[in-house]
């Protein structure tokens, strides 16, 4: 029982007590479940900024807290791996829960399942953190299924509402398609390997063939695909705010969406043996980065747009680790959290100023009626349009440069023109809502949201400002690159650099390309050069195409779940009631056994029955005992 | 004491039938009696089995607490009880559900209470003495008695066309009992030819040689009984009919319980007695059972009424456990017993939850429901543990179980075991599908809008069921270390009759995580 030991298990610990309390005593602590709920996290988050400290000054470590599952050969215990990796992630979702848990206890305030709120809200900080430590693939499956369910418990929180019941169901299912694959990885690495763990594992990993390595990295990327809302399973997530707007900053922006990433950084030995496999990540990562961009355009709903603009920023990431920039990928992770959450929290802030208007178009003119909201905001605009100083710009910049100087030059196409985009959607709202006319309902009062929100979204926003100077002097020599390399050092550099373009070039570009989406939406919303309407009637294939998402879910709704449907009705009605039950009643009325059956039962005689059976079997055994 | 723990086995078995004797003094009017004293016998009846989980000693595959007498020495049928790991906790199940059906009822159940609970205790004797007796013909009649009191619980109290579906549980089962019954007897002749001795001692019985291909006809036999009983697909329809149709008490002994006698015919009679036939016919049974996953997880889908979807949602469920059991991986079939205790506790809890429903909305109509969760929290919540339960969701017991069978499972038969993986997202879409019409949602039915929360009697109920599915969710050890040896032992007793595959190789060798 050393300190390390003590540390690491406090910091799921407490998260964990949380929700024991608030869900089964919640109605006693009343609003003081909130208070204490996000102390809790709090205490966490200072937990994990102490072991941050041990590890950076120290080595990483792992630890067993009990063996958890032995049967025959098979074994797996609840351990944690401590490393740089891990205490990054462990800093970041502690750190984004403290700030998300404080928010909710203004944005929940009213609400009649506050309690309830914050139990599953400390369950998911509680499964998230242990994701992140977890040493071996089952614990993380554990854990993986866990903040699943979190996020399924959390989108649909208001049950009463059809949408969010339908919305939180779509989640789990599409996540268990994908996990689905990720089981199945699991199953053949450990015939593979024999193991679980990941050090056994990753030190198994050169001398297995590359076809399996391959096949392996594909399956556990499907995992991910489904997680991190990448095409072809990103469809659950837009719908999924349908939960409390809190919920989808910390779930759906900052932290369970980015365990796919994380994933494959964790498991950066099994996908840097497999290039296939990295590629395949990369292109999955590169058109879900400019499909979820391209869709985010013409949306009208202000959370969907930040929905799908993080579908969009978590296809950077796969770019990244796609190419085996694992550093940047994280990077851009940690710079995300921050800067998407941020917009998620002042998201919630408009709505809760509107009396939880969602709609672009009834906004407008907001930005003197709630300051604080719409600076933050524009400062996360800022950020996820990658303009200097702000975080996102040395993130995806340094994903971006990577991808061209590693020879990917049509992805890197791709990621500036997406730049560009998302650029544009996110100054399209913030005009549209901050600037320009009002279409306020004059019914609703608008009103600055109380402190208890606008600190959390103040010190996000600085956050946003600061972070990004961890990505200097730029790219492999950074703060963060040195910092967190080591831990990579046994990946396989299956993607060397092949230019040395240097970074103020390439930085131009994309800086650029911000700008020149920022004007666009400038010169579209504010100076109103050219009509909106004009430019949609011009491209009206284009935009309905956007508009209707693509179609993706009228799609999978004719090709999957109707013919799934109509075959299991086929089943039952043909297969179980006509054919093989009749066959069974059929045999049985030959013999007429039927016929028999009902006069018998009769209620006067059934006491005889019982009695007859209970002396028959005491006589027969009494009988044979005699003898 | 010592005579207490000796006898231990057999005082389990005639406690239920001395208490339906003492029931039976007692005047049919006092009701509130009958069902206090009823409750209370078989909460004693199952702290007396939670003395057989004390003295066990986990370590051995030996059968313990044995009891041997002769009985009808002519046939060599002798009176011989004694458990391993597995009959251990299929027999601590026996006596918790037997308790949890006694205490659901009291609501449910509401004329002939004399009668149904001696027809429970009955029953209770009868299931133990099937899992303890080691001989064959011992284990036949308990098997068989077992009919009589469950044709009558469905018959009397059931609903609908109760009668109907308690005569076709009960001719299904007959029938796939009396070939079984042949077979059994046949390998008992054999035996005879072979030794000149008449032996229904399963332990002496499994030394018979038998030549392969009798060895199929005789698996096919004990098949047809066994799989009857679990039910397998095609064998199934009795299932549906039998569940809807029970009162609740019926459905969570028949569900939790009833189905785990096939299977568990499998691993004590026909797995060890026809080793060769087994090794060569698992991989049939295997498709057998991976269709069984699909077909009952599809059907489940387009249920309408929640009984039925609770009970093909079974169908799905055993089909995991035959290919856990027939991968004959020792992962996988630890997996499978364990899976077997899983969803005894799982689904008896659905069914308790489905009942608790129809008593008050007096509808099983998943399409009458919705909104129950703003009435109810309590049953809201435990509910929906029990249906996370049962689609494996990790934390809780059935993931464990599933997780052990399919990883188990995939190196021999990779294929069908990705094709029963699929099954997880299909469970996950029908028991979502139902909770959120049940429990989420508006009201739209006005029975809904005076529902009434669960009171203390009905937490009493379920709540041994959900700690359960914690406790075997986080800490499965307990389970593990008992069934494991004697799974072991199982998979080197089918091995050591030639065609030894690479069992042994499987066993070992593997490092871990």
Known sequence: MDAKFIITWLIPLFPFAGWFLWGLFGKYFKGYSGYIASSFVVISFILSSILFFIVSYTHGFTTTLYPWIHAANFKAGVSAVIDRLSVVMLVMVTGVSALVHIYSIGYMQDDKGFARYFSFLNLFVFSMIMLVISNNLLLLYVFWEAVGFCSYILIGFWYEKKSASDAGKKAFIVNRVGDFGFAIGIFLLFITTGTLNYETIFKMIPSIPSITVTIIALLLFAGAVGKSAQFPLHVWLPDAMEGPTPVSALIHAATMVTAGVYMIARFHVIFSYSQFASEVVLTIG?????????????????????????????????????????????????SHAVFKGLLFLTAGSVMHGLAGELDLRKMGGLYSKMRTTAITFIVGGLALSGIPPFSGFFSKDAILADVYNKGFYFAWVIGEITALMTAFYIFRLIFVAFFGESNLDPEVHVHESPKIMTIPMIILASLALIIGFLGIPPFNNSIFYSFLHVDFKNAYNFAPFVNSTPWYILSLISVLAGLIGICTAYLLYIKKVVNPETVKNIFKPIYALSYNKVYIDEIYNFIIVKPVLGFSNFLWKVIDISIIDGAVNGIASGFAFFGVKAKRIQNGMLMSYILTLTIGVAALLFYFFIR | MDFFIKYLLSILIFFPLASVVLLLFINKKNEGLLRNLASILSLVEFIFSVYLFVYFKPDTYKFQFVEKLNWISTFGASYFLGIDGVSLFLILLTTLLTFVSLISSYRYIKDHIKEFVILMLTLETFMIGTFASLDVLLFYLFWEFMLIPMYFIIGMW???????????????????????????????????????????????????????NLQILLFIALFLGFAIKIPVFPFHTWLPDAHTEAPTAGSVILAGVLLKFGVYGFFRFAMPLLPAATLMLAPLVIIIGVIGVLYGALVSMVQKDLKRLVAFSSVSHMGFIMLGLFAMSAISVDGSILQLLNHGITTGALFLFVGMLYERAHTRQIADFGGIAKKAPILTTLFMISVLASIGLPGLNGFVGEFLILIGSFNHYMLLTIIATSGIIFAAVYLLWMFQRVMFQGITNPQIESFQDMDLREIITVLPLILLMFLIGFYPAPFLERIDPTVVHFLSMISRHGYVHNLIKLKMGLSNA
């Open chain 2, 158 to 212: 059931g609903t609908g066309r109760r009668v109907y579906s308690a005569v076709k549980f009960v001719l299904y089962t007959l029938s796939g009992s009396l070939i079984m019954l042949f077979g059994l007897i046949y390998i008992f002749i054999l035996h005879y030819d072979q030794t000149g001795n008449f032996t229904f001692n399963i332990l002496r019985l499994y030394n018979t040689h038998i030549p392969i």
């Open chain 1, 286 to 334: 590169t058109f879900t980065a400019f499909l979820a961009a391209f869709i985010a355009l013409t949306q009208f709903d202000i959370k969907r747009i930040i929905a799908y603009s993080t579908i969009s920023q978590l296809g950077y990431m796969f770019m990244a680790v796609g190419i085996g920039s694992y550093t940047a990928g994280i990077f851009h992770l940690i």
